[in-house]
Nanobody, 124 residues
């Protein structure tokens, strides 16, 4: 299983970005997918997750109302839309996938497969 995160970049405060997590070797629509981020000198933070069906989502409080997670089963891709970005959103964002089909357990320990990160930098 390979996960490929992309879409990061440099954006001004208040701007938007869309991150993509594409999978190969496994059908994403059967698994919960999550997004994490890690800023320099800080621990990794669990940001958002979407259930295998797309019917359930999780967001950390600091991004609620600003980030949206969605999936496109036809493209085997999960997206994280970032709106109203703030400098404190600056981090490397990574996607990850649960190892168990059809499970909704949005906690960091549930994620087994990881993609490489994509850098998001928000300037003030």
């Amino acid at each position: 299983v390979q996960l490929q995160a992309s879409g990061g970049g440099l954006v001004q405060s208040g701007g938007s970005l869309r991150l993509s997590c594409a999978a190969s070797g496994r059908t994403l629509s059967r698994y919960t997918v999550g997004w994490f981020r890690q800023a320099p000198g800080k621990e990794r933070e669990f940001v958002a997750a979407i259930s295998w069906s797309g019917g359930s989502t999780y967001y950390v409080d600091s991004v609620k109302g600003r980030f949206t997670i969605a999936r496109d089963s036809d493209k085997n891709t999960v997206y994280l839309q970032l709106y109203s970005l703030k400098p404190e959103d600056t981090a490397v964002y990574s996607c990850a996938m649960d190892n168990e089909r059809y499970r909704w357990s949005p906690a960091p320990a549930s994620f087994y497969y990881w993609g490489q990160g994509t850098q998001v930098t928000v300037s003030s």
